[in-house]
């Protein structure tokens, strides 16, 4: 017997991770959404891996010390590239506030050969808060709530992203297509 026969190509599908990171109401979820959409379209498997349900699911009982944000990271990061080791293009919208968590989730991706790409969503604390999408500055401008990152708790840009958007500035659209852009020059979309 033999096997159907099939008109597709076989190819090898690269996978990679695409951190966006960024203050809180930023726009990060959002543009990754946009992007998976995208990138789905043209038949890549991508998946969003969002920091609200990674703490949910993968990190419950975590708090917001720097250890426990650091420990978080580095769980996320951790099936990023596992996802992106096996063809998936993994989206992650997670603010990950210090550097050293991020460095250390790229030199896993470095160590196993598989492609990272940093995003910094470098929208401005002053249109994130107008934005609140959670409502989470409000709640810490009335004191309900404290440590709050880019205010009140430390947010440490990324000093070389591979890219920077200033969301304010563009649309949803035009901040996941320049990601797809940067995406597409690696030949990874």
């Known amino acids: 017997m033999t096997a159907p026969s099939t008109n597709q190509e076989n190819h090898v599908t690269t996978g990679a991770t695409v951190w966006l990171t960024g203050l809180p109401s930023a726009g990060k979820t959002t543009i990754a959404h946009a992007l998976a959409t995208r990138l789905r379209e043209q038949g890549r498997p991508a998946e969003v891996l969002d920091g ?67 995003v910094h969503v470098a929208t401005p604390v002053e249109v994130c808060s107008v934005r609140d999408v959670k409502g989470l500055y409000a709640k810490q401008a009335a004191g309900e709530l404290s440590g709050l990152t880019g205010v009140d708790d430390p947010y440490e840009e990324p000093e070389k992203p591979d890219l920077r958007i200033e969301s304010q500035h563009q649309t949803v659209q035009e901040s996941a297509a320049a990601v797809h852009a940067v995406l597409s020059e690696r030949g990874l979309a």
């Open 52 to 118: 609200d349900e990674i703490r949910e699911f993968l990190s419950a009982g975590l708090g917001f010390s720097r250890e426990d944000r650091h420990t978080n990271v580095q769980r996320i990061g951790f099936v990023a590239e596992l996802l992106a080791r096996n063809g998936v293009l993994a989206l992650v919208p997670v603010i990950a506030p210090y550097a050293d968590s991020r460095e250390a989730v790229r030199a896993r991706h470095e160590t196993n050969g598989t492609p990272y790409v940093e």
